[in-house]
């Protein structure tokens, strides 16, 4: 079976500070890992996704996660913090299982950024 | 390209009544998801259709179903309205298995439509 943990359901930062979103999954099958992000009142957009080709993976507005295989960890940071990045952000996890494709989400973690 | 449209954004309905949500998926996407969001219970799975099948169905009652036309735009209905239906419910589109060219038929979402049962 195929979970997903964020440590964290609010998260508090300065802006121009490091943002740090913690995510650890469990799958029996390699899995794909992503971040969305919710802003108020809309739907889920895609920041970034890891597909196995590289542990590294750069997102959008600035936003990278690092694939841990030892640690089962898909971190997402962000080198400063602005405040438009206030929202709600979720990782997911996809093994396509059985050929099914079907989101596996956390709890989800809420961003605010202080002036 | 259009992204993902769900009509209409907002909707009330009363217990026991039924209703039924549309959602356009991105052009050339045969895939269509669905998903409840809640803050008790978080994001859902719900089911998905591929070229108009039903692929895989998630934990929920029968009272909830979905179809998919040729044109991949996908409706849900849930009938006999409760009032823990009420929730935002997401439609996610993809290409379908295996034609995406990094195998993640990765899922993009619309705005979501908001149903308030009373």
């Known amino acids: 079976a195929q979970s997903v943990t964020q440590l964290g359901s609010h998260v508090s930062v300065s802006e121009g500070a490091l943002v740090l979103l913690r995510c650890n999954y469990s799958?029996?099958?390699?899995?794909?890992l992503f971040w969305y992000v919710q802003y108020p009142n809309q739907g889920l957009q895609l920041l970034l996704k890891?597909?196995?080709?590289?542990?590294l993976v750069k997102g959008i507005n600035g936003f990278e996660a690092e694939f841990k295989k030892s640690e089962t960890s898909f971190h997402l940071t962000k080198p400063s913090a602005h405040m438009s990045d206030a929202a709600e952000y979720f990782c997911?996890?996809?093994?396509?299982?059985?050929?099914?494709?079907?989101?596996?989400f956390g709890a989800g973690t809420r961003l605010a950024v202080h002036p | 390209k259009a992204g993902v449209t769900q009509t209409p954004r907002y909707l009330i309905k009363t217990r026991g009544q039924q209703v039924t949500l549309s959602c356009s998926p991105i052009?050339?996407?045969?895939?269509v998801s669905w998903y409840q969001q809640t803050p008790g219970q978080g994001l859902q799975f719900l089911f998905e259709?591929?070229?108009?099948?039903?692929?895989n169905k998630g934990n929920f009652p029968g009272r909830f179903s979905g179809r998919q036309f040729s044109n991949s735009r996908s409706e849900m209905n849930v009938s006999t309205l409760e009032l823990g239906d009420s929730a935002l419910y997401l439609c996610?589109?993809?290409?379908?298995?295996?034609?995406?060219?990094?195998?993640?038929?990765?899922?993009?979402f619309g705005p979501g439509t908001r149903l308030t049962v009373l």
């Open positions: 996610a589109s993809s290409l379908g298995p295996g034609l995406a060219g990094d195998s993640t038929d990765t899922q993009y």
């Open positions: 799958s029996s099958v390699p899995p794909y």
């Open positions: 890891y597909t196995s080709a590289a542990t």
């Open positions: 997911a996890v996809s093994g396509l299982l059985g050929g099914y494709n079907k989101l596996i």
């Open positions: 052009s050339g996407h045969r895939s």
């Open positions: 259709y591929f070229s108009e099948t039903q692929r």
